[in-house]
């Protein structure tokens, strides 16, 4: 009986992990896509190229890593799109004010990126399309966490090199 509520417990867990990050990521991204404008306006303000590009596809990846996350379907990937996301965020607006989020500083989206990656790691549980479709025996533990961190940050790397000069 005391392994089966652990099992369940770790399923509420795994649940609970994937609604608030992916809710979070759904919230961002449909206050992004309501705003194209004000938000193109401020990807130009921060120092990155093409801001109306930068504005829709932030969106739209915000909203559909948002969504994967909640349903389970392709967690490592969609985790993958949270850390790529939460490192531009990180490096092009929260890096020069320190840790504290109450300074604008990296603490909040480093919580994001890490809570992404260890779900990645510890896969997206039962009730998810990743099990009901059997690819979450596929790629899980360290493998799915290492596919994650290193494509998030490597995307991130990509469209920063790409896109970002720092305002001077």
């Known amino acids: 009986m005391g392994r089966r509520r652990g099992r369940a417990g770790t399923e509420v867990a795994r649940l609970l992990l994937r609604g608030v990050i992916g809710g979070t990521m759904i919230a961002h991204g449909v206050r992004h896509g309501r705003t194209l404008d004000g938000t193109a306006r401020w ?72 809570a992404s990656v260890a779900l990645a790691g510890i896969g997206p549980g039962r009730f998810s399309v990743d099990r009901a479709i059997g690819v979450d025996r596929r790629l899980r533990g360290p493998a799915a966490a290492g596919v994650a961190a290193g494509l998030g940050l490597a995307g991130a790397a990509a469209q920063l090199a790409t896109f970002w000069r720092k305002p001077e």
Request: charged share 10%.
């Open 43 to 114: 990807f130009g303000s921060i120092g990155f190229r093409q801001p109306e590009l930068q504005a829709r596809t932030s969106a739209a990846v915000e909203i559909g890593a948002g969504a994967a996350l909640i349903a389970g379907a392709g967690t490592p990937f969609a985790a993958a799109a949270v850390v790529g996301t939460m490192a531009v965020a990180a490096r092009s607006v929260h890096a020069p004010n320190g840790f504290f989020v109450t300074a604008e500083g990296w603490e909040y989206v480093a919580n994001l990126a890490a």
